[in-house]
């Protein structure tokens, strides 16, 4: 009978990774999406925005001594907005089109101490501000939705209801830095009066959600008008100091949604990675539901099996992109007839599986099956977006279980006067790495170090280290989480002994014990000096904060007879901004090299820029700083 169950199971998934296979030829290519199509502003002229003053420009690129004047050196061409306002230029800039619900993404770069803002709908402002190294940041920080104003109030008291943002994530003048905003605009009845008020549903900056849900009950200071409306353009500002943007982009959402109607579910005991053929199992129970969740699993540590049918309302035809979140289990979305998600195995934590589905307005017939293969752990969502349908959940709250249990029972190392060391797996670009370290500092600025690798993983501000994942429930994933704005770095190992400095740096296979590394010794003050030979070559590696702002200084001692290469970071391009300093675009930091004697080049590897040191037998000690 085994026998004959495999056998079905195995022409199920065949035919299943079939539908997977069809279904994703006709809609998309191989590679995952993430999401659909954004609206793209290219920035090869002012179309986009109602006519302004000469202040407002497009070129090619801009450069920012972030230590000296705060003004943008540009180079002439496509692709790039700047604001080069004076005191007779400085006018604002409005689009051309309207918008109510809207996600708005875009690259922003500040000038020391300079000033600006996103207005959306011309009326409500996310603060643009040269915040770096503030402590404690306010509403008119980066990333804060700025104060209402009322002349009529007293003295002290005509600022009101501004939102800080919930930790500083700005980064250095000068540097590229990325900004996502869910907002939703207020709501009227047929009558004119205002039901909902404005939302900032998310403020993300450089990947830390600084906002969340934050209502606005009326415009605020500065805005183009004091009414609210249903729809009106974007403002952006540009009477307080210079600013650059890149890459935006954006999505209009209306109310539209996906619902679920004629919806059943099975559950069965069943212990398996693989789903079976369902036919050959009898459900526990058969039940009938208003709602897709993992909750109504009512045991503690046992192996579950659902299976939801009914039907999907549709409510605009188009491509429609669904993903499952799930923790170390399976699941199978089928969408008339066809494969949509097929995660027929056990996964990692958070891992998510996307597919995309063009459907047909009205009701179409759907199956999902979620396979809880693990006994220790329970939770799942079930997400979409559609045409103009804003990213959500067809699963109901409650059935992402275990992320509210990781909020219940967090663990956290903190790091008071003296440096702290945790060694520990870290999930690096979705990859898990094994032989990791990381390094709190009583100046708060923290690290983590990959001692197979050699290399810098992370870098971060703030509180230390969740270990929740290594210590809580036996650990099963024993992952550690920095806390705080992360810096992420490219991650690949850093020494390596090269031919010519047009060799190709070599790959790393990180699943493997580290090579040559020899631990590490701590110096007179705590901080590890992380020891390995490459080539011959003994290596000494040290981190410690920069005196101020945001960074690690990193010193480098070699002692032998050989010469080895140094690759100092990698990214989309690498622009040399003063003699000594560089900004490495894509992960977004500044590079400043210390001392005389090294020249370091920069090379064009397939898509990316490298930024690379000899380290010769005459000159053993390397000495820079990374600022972000």
């Not at 001692?451 to 509180?463: K, Q």
């Amino acid at each position: 009978m085994k026998n004959t169950i495999l056998i079905i199971a195995m022409v199920f998934l065949f035919l299943s990774c079939n539908d997977v296979q069809n279904t994703n030829d006709k809609t998309k290519s191989h590679e995952t999406i993430y999401n659909l199509p954004y609206h793209s502003i290219e920035l090869n002229d002012l179309d986009v925005f109602e006519k302004t003053s000469s202040n407002w420009k497009v070129v090619e690129e801009v450069k920012l001594d972030q230590f000296n004047e705060n003004v943008f050196d540009v180079m002439e061409g496509l692709g790039v907005l700047v604001n080069l306002s004076d005191d007779k230029n400085k006018s604002h800039l409005i689009t051309t089109f309207d918008h109510g619900d809207i996600e708005l993404e875009f690259d922003v770069m500040m000038p020391k101490e300079s000033n600006s803002g996103v207005y959306f709908q011309g009326r409500y402002e996310v603060q643009l501000f040269d915040s770096w190294g503030q402590n404690v940041p306010s509403h008119s920080d980066m990333g804060g939705i700025y104060e209402r104003w009322d002349e009529r109030r007293e003295d002290g008291e005509k600022g009101f209801e501004g939102h800080s943002p919930k930790i500083n994530a700005a980064k250095s003048p000068g540097l590229w830095q990325h900004v996502k905003i869910i907002f939703h605009a207020p709501k009227f009845d047929s009558s004119g009066k205002k039901i909902k008020n404005a939302n900032f549903e998310e403020v993300w900056l450089n990947g830390e959600l600084v906002q969340k849900n934050v209502d606005v009950t009326g415009p605020t200071r500065s805005g183009i008008a004091d009414d609210e409306v249903e729809m009106a353009p974007l403002m952006i500002q540009g009477d307080h100091g210079q600013v650059a943007f890149k890459n935006l982009r954006y999505k209009l959402y209306d109310s539209n949604r996906i619902f679920t109607s004629k919806l059943s579910v099975r559950e069965y005991d069943y212990k398996g990675v693989q789903i079976p053929n369902l036919d050959s199992l009898q459900p526990l129970r058969v039940l009938q539901t208003d709602s897709i969740s993992s909750s109504i699993i009512k045991e503690n540590r046992v192996f579950r099996l659902l299976d939801y049918k009914g039907t999907l309302i549709v409510p605009e035809s188009g491509d429609y992109l669904f993903d499952a979140r799930l923790h170390s289990a399976g699941a199978l979305l089928i969408i008339q007839n066809d494969t949509v998600i097929n995660r027929n195995r056990a996964y990692e934590l958070d891992d998510t599986n996307t597919g995309l589905v063009n459907l047909t307005k009205g009701e179409v017939p759907f199956q999902f099956i979620y396979n809880k293969s693990n006994q220790w752990t329970l939770g799942f969502q079930l997400n979409y977006e559609g045409p103009g349908i804003q990213y959500q959940s067809l699963s109901s709250p409650e059935s992402l279980i275990f992320e509210k249990s990781n909020e219940d029972n967090q663990v956290v190392i903190e790091v008071d006067n003296e440096v702290v060391m945790q060694r520990g797996f870290l999930m690096f670009t979705g990859n898990k790495r094994t032989h990791c370290i990381a390094v709190g500092t009583p100046e708060k600025t923290h690290y983590s170090y990959d001692l197979a690798a050699g290399s810098l993983l992370a870098a971060w501000n703030g509180p230390f280290y969740d270990v929740t994942e290594m210590w809580y429930n036996r650990g099963i994933e024993q992952l550690g989480k920095p806390l705080g704005f992360t810096m992420w770095f490219a991650g690949e190992p850093q020494f390596s002994a090269l031919e010519t400095d047009n060799s190709d740096w070599p790959a790393h296979d990180y699943e493997v014990s580290p090579q040559n590394y020899d631990g590490y010794e701590l110096d007179t003050n705590g901080f590890p000096i992380f020891l390995r030979k490459v080539s011959g070559v003994q290596i000494k590696d040290k981190f410690v904060p920069t005196e101020t702002g945001r960074g690690l200084e990193r010193t480098i001692n070699t002692k032998g007879d050989s010469q080895i290469w140094h690759k100092i970071g990698e990214g989309n391009s690498i622009k040399k901004i003063t003699d000594d300093t560089y900004r490495i675009d894509g992960t977004n930091y500044f590079v400043q090299v210390l001392g005389d004697g090294f020249a370091p080049i920069i090379r064009k590897k397939g898509e990316k820029e490298e930024m690379l040191v000899k380290l010769s037998t005459d000159k053993q000690s390397l000495q820079y700083r990374i600022i972000w």
